[in-house]
């Protein structure tokens, strides 16, 4: 049976526009295990899309086949808002040129509001503690009356995701190895391990339980650290697994590196079960998981331009320099120049490109640590 394409309508902004959101099932409605995927979420990201491209013809073929066992939403391109978004014959896909808003944030916190209704029947059953928990932001979500586009997004693609077991929000970065962001109730669990063992992840890295900055991905695992803190006496399990991929650069997209993605991608989907077969063995994991905490987050303290020294997936050392940044006016050769090095021992994970602009308090590139740093603005911050 051929994948069933769906297609959610956002409401009109202006006369004579509207916009919709494509997305597609695989396996039934209610399988478990329910995996959601989505790309794009900052509109002009485009290697998850490109790796979704190549997965699908496989899920179709699976399907074809009757191997799903549980139930694949895909939306390749979540964010038509972003999409549209050209200006001065640029791409500007991050922030909602309305709201100023970054796209992967403000999602929706449902705890609140899911405490209110079954809170007082969390019991010792953790199955049915998942059950009630997933009814009841499903009728949370239903009662919203998201008013603009933007709000319509939100609402319509949690309803799509929240009661998942696995969610993957597919980023990149502007120059980056490939490696992810998840939460330290997360990362325990083999599910995100093995994930970032089949993709090759450069870096792994956790944040607390639930950031502040509501994320796609945050807002999923959150839900459940939330009410179990709220919640002790009662068995709340982390039923949903959600974990923000940055799939390398913004430039990484082709239909090898597609290609490869999509082939990890559905041997993890058979390693969690999603689709029957014998998944080949796992691959080393390359780095284990480092805390937010150790990240060093190199900011600018100036301006002029950059120039690295190291590329992105290099392992660094403390001390050693990242990047220069140049001012162009100054005659003074190397005295022209402004250091910047490692605060630890760890992986140049993701930096801007030579010949950017840099100033004051912009972030010029971040490094996976393993050991906590003195907190300095922003660094504990997920800025994807
Ligand atoms: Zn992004």
Redesign the pocket.
Known sequence: MPANIHSIELPSMTPGSHKQIKWLRFGKAGARPKVYMQAA??AN?MPGTMALHHLMPQLLEAERKGLIVGEIIVVPTVNPIGQAQLVGNVHAG?YNLLSNEN??RNWLDLSDAVAERVGKRLGDDGQANVKRIRKAAHEVLGEMKPLNELQTLRVEIMKLSVDSDYVLDL???IHAALHLFTSECDWPNGAIRELAADLGAKASLYNESYARSLTFSGVHAGLWGRLRDRYAQAAIPQACMSV?V?MRSQFDVSDALGRSDADNLYRWLMRRGAIKGQAQPLPRLLSPAMPMSGMDVGYSQGTGFLVFHVKPGARVKKGQAICDVIDPASALGPKARTAYKSQTDGILFSCRLDGYLSWPGQVMYRIAGSQPLPHRLGASGLD?
């Open positions: 979420i900052h990201e991050r796209f992967n980023h990149c970065d923000t940055e994807d």
